[in-house]
């Protein structure tokens, strides 16, 4: 990223999940977990899927996600 450009608390980032590190493609200020919607910064995002190539707010809800949404 250009450090000329400036980042939005509102822009959403677009991002490359990769084994135990991430790539931003477009650059914004946060994700959207896939499982409860919620915006994870950038700086807080701990939690994804290589395979679906989403993010997760959580250690719940990357479970919840692979157990396919159900819970016991």
Not at 36 to 53: E, F, H, M, N, P
């Amino acid at each position: 990223m250009n450090p000329f450009d400036s980042v939005s608390s509102e822009d959403e980032a677009v991002i490359e999940y990769d084994d135990g590190d991430f790539h931003v493609i477009k650059p914004g200020a946060y994700v959207v977990c896939a499982v409860t919607g919620a915006r994870i910064s950038l700086k807080a995002l701990r939690y994804w899927s290589v395979d679906k190539q989403e993010p997760y707010a959580d250690a719940a809800a990357a479970l919840k996600a692979i157990a396919g949404g159900e819970t016991s």
